[in-house]
C-alpha cells in the first residue's frame, strides 16, 4: 500500500490510513457479499471515497493493480499443491480452478499465472466473469463445461464447506473438504497429495 497511495496525488492518507479506512471496511463488506459478483472496482471507488479520496476509476485501478502486485509477490501455493496438479494430468485427468474471485480477472490470472497454475490446469472459472459466486451453480457449470465433463464425473475439492463442499454436492458432484478436523460425516483429506493415494 505504501506503493500504491502515491499513486492518488496530494491529499492522499498515508499507508495506514488507507489499511485502516479503506482496505479494512472493504474487506469487511466483501464477507457479506451474496451469490452474485460485484463489481470490485465500483466497490474499490466507493470505500476510497467513504474515505475522502475522490480519485478516477483508472488512477485507482492503478493503485489496486500496485497493491495486487505486491500480494502476488508474496503469495504461495500450498507446497503439494503444484505437483498433485501434475500427478492427477499424468494419470490423464483434466483439472480446472473454480474461484471466487472478485478482483479484475487479469490481475487474478497474472498471479495464478506467477505461481505456475495457470500452466498446471486445462481452465480457469473466476467469479468475476460469470457473475456469479459459489455456493451458486453457475460457478461450478462453468468450470465442468470448461473441461467438458459432468457432475457425476468430477471431484471438487476445496477447503471451505459451504462453497466447496456442499455446492457441488447440490449439484451432484463428489467433494472432498480440504481440513484437517472436518465437521462429522463430512469426506475430506488433510493433504493435497492424498488425492493422489486415492486415485
Known amino acids: 500500500?505504501?506503493?500504491a497511495v502515491p499513486l492518488l496525488?496530494?491529499?492522499?492518507?498515508?499507508?495506514?490510513?488507507?489499511?485502516?479506512?479503506?482496505?479494512?471496511?472493504?474487506?469487511?463488506?466483501l464477507?457479506?457479499?451474496?451469490?452474485?459478483?460485484?463489481?470490485?472496482?465500483?466497490?474499490?471507488?466507493?470505500?476510497?471515497?467513504?474515505a475522502g479520496v475522490d480519485a478516477p476509476r483508472a488512477v485507482l485501478y492503478r493503485v489496486l493493480d500496485r497493491e495486487q502486485q505486491v500480494w502476488d509477490a508474496h503469495v504461495r501455493p500450498l507446497p503439494d499443491a503444484l505437483p498433485t496438479l501434475?500427478?492427477?494430468?499424468?494419470?490423464g485427468l483434466r483439472t480446472a480452478i473454480a474461484s471466487n474471485?472478485?478482483?479484475p480477472p487479469e490481475m487474478m490470472r497474472r498471479q495464478m499465472r506467477r505461481l505456475g497454475f495457470l500452466d498446471a490446469v486445462d481452465a480457469v472459472v473466476l467469479s468475476a466473469e460469470v457473475g456469479r459466486r459459489k455456493p451458486a451453480p453457475e460457478l461450478y457449470r462453468a468450470g465442468l463445461q470448461?473441461?467438458?465433463v459432468g457432475p457425476d464425473e468430477a471431484l471438487y475439492v476445496g477447503d471451505r464447506l459451504s462453497e466447496d463442499y456442499d455446492g457441488p454436492r447440490r449439484l451432484g458432484m463428489?467433494?472432498?473438504?480440504?481440513?484437517?478436523s472436518p465437521?462429522?460425516?463430512?469426506?475430506a483429506i488433510s493433504r493435497l497429495a492424498e488425492l493422489l493415494e486415492r486415485l
Open 86 to 91: 501434475a500427478g492427477l494430468r499424468e494419470r
Open 31 to 50: 464477507e457479506t457479499l451474496g451469490e452474485d459478483e460485484v463489481d470490485y472496482l465500483q466497490v474499490y471507488e466507493r470505500a476510497w471515497r467513504r
Open 9 to 29: 496525488g496530494p491529499g492522499a492518507p498515508d499507508a495506514e490510513t488507507a489499511v485502516s479506512e479503506v482496505l479494512l471496511p472493504l474487506e469487511r463488506e
Open 1 to 3: 500500500m505504501r506503493d
Open 183 to 187: 465437521p462429522p460425516g463430512v469426506e
Open 174 to 180: 463428489r467433494a472432498l473438504l480440504l481440513s484437517s
Open 146 to 148: 470448461a473441461v467438458g
Open 101 to 103: 474471485a472478485p478482483f
